[in-house]
């Protein structure tokens, strides 16, 4: 075989590899409460808010809140970042981080709320 079809199979074979090992790091999983609290590395949690009673300090970027899963569990979590505008809405909530300690690490918080259509619906459905 010729040397240059050699080394491109190498450097194709290489760069596959680099793909591969670099898209799987960067996936992160959704995992249970429990699991969340094993885990040592980044991953992903979602459930509702367990309560209103957040802390919430808009002007030091600080929220810190406690999430409820589908089994009933509570799992602290804080937040340090811009706070969703619609945090108060909030239908389910997903947080992006890692367990610490005591609480979960959120690095990113991802907020689902109703939908302004869904509401309208709801209303004209109420009016027939």
């Known amino acids: 075989m010729n040397v240059k079809i050699m080394l491109a199979l190498v450097l194709l074979i290489a760069a596959g590899a680099i793909g591969v090992t670099s898209f799987?790091?960067?996936v992160t999983p959704y995992i249970s409460f429990a699991e969340a609290r094993r885990s040592s590395g980044m991953v992903q949690v979602n459930g509702v808010l367990a309560d209103k009673n957040y802390v919430m300090k808009?002007?030091?970027q600080f929220l810190e809140f406690r999430?409820?899963?589908s089994q009933n569990?509570?799992?602290p979590v804080r937040y340090r970042g811009v706070i969703p505008g619609n945090f108060?809405?909030?239908v389910s909530v997903v947080a992006i981080g890692r367990y610490q300690a005591d609480h979960f690490e959120a690095?990113?918080?991802l907020v689902k709320c109703p939908s302004k259509y869904?509401?309208?619906a709801e209303r004209g459905m109420k009016a027939s």
Do not use: N, S, W
Request: hydrophobic fraction near 40%; avoid cysteine; glycine fraction near 0%.
């Open 73 to 75: 569990e509570i799992l």
């Open 24 to 26: 799987r790091k960067t």
């Open 67 to 69: 999430l409820k899963d």
């Open 118 to 120: 869904q509401a309208a």
């Open 107 to 109: 690095d990113q918080l």
């Open 88 to 90: 108060d809405q909030a």
């Open 58 to 60: 808009p002007a030091e």
